[in-house]
């Protein structure tokens, strides 16, 4: 049993989709071969859909995995949420990682992107989101809603299993 509520959004305003639910807080995050589901690395060439969490980590957590410090990357998506590109927001010491509105806006907007998904890696192996991950995300919502630029979620990676931040309602 999850300790986390059911989260279930559908934002359906035009034609780009981000869907929590309906299976949040019911289930674990998947991401490893011991879980329901690896993510599968695309190609940002390929310009795929990113509408739910899954969709984001198979962008997302294949870049991270191996990382031995603490890096925050960011898919920048249109208006549709296709894939624009991933780019590197920072890269944080051994424990730490700076995440600004400043670093995490600079290149959506300059990119144009109508949304984004963050994600962070913990070299400790352990996903579970700290404190100030939520802190921040919330933060960088807020931000994001003044420059007009939506944040759909943040990802935690660790090892190659990842927590979703919307999915448990931290976003
Ligand atoms: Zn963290």
Known sequence: M???PVVARHRTAGP???????AAGLVPDPGC?????SPQQVEIADRPEVTSPEAAADVLVPRLVGADRERCIAALLDTKHRLRTVV????GSLDHTFMS????????????????VLAH?????DPEPSRDDE??????????ELVGVEVLDHLVVGGCR?????????C
């Open 2 to 4: 999850s300790q986390h």
């Open 16 to 22: 780009a989709r981000w869907t929590v639910g309906p």
């Open 162 to 170: 990842w927590v979703s931040l919307a999915r448990r309602g931290r």
């Open 101 to 116: 509105p400043r670093e995490v806006f600079r290149d959506a907007l300059l990119a144009n992107a109508a949304a984004v």
């Open 135 to 144: 802190l921040v995300t919330r933060r960088l919502v807020r931000a994001g």
């Open 88 to 91: 590197t927001v920072s890269i």
């Open 121 to 125: 890696n913990h070299p400790s192996g």
């Open 33 to 37: 071969a011991a879980c329901d589901r």
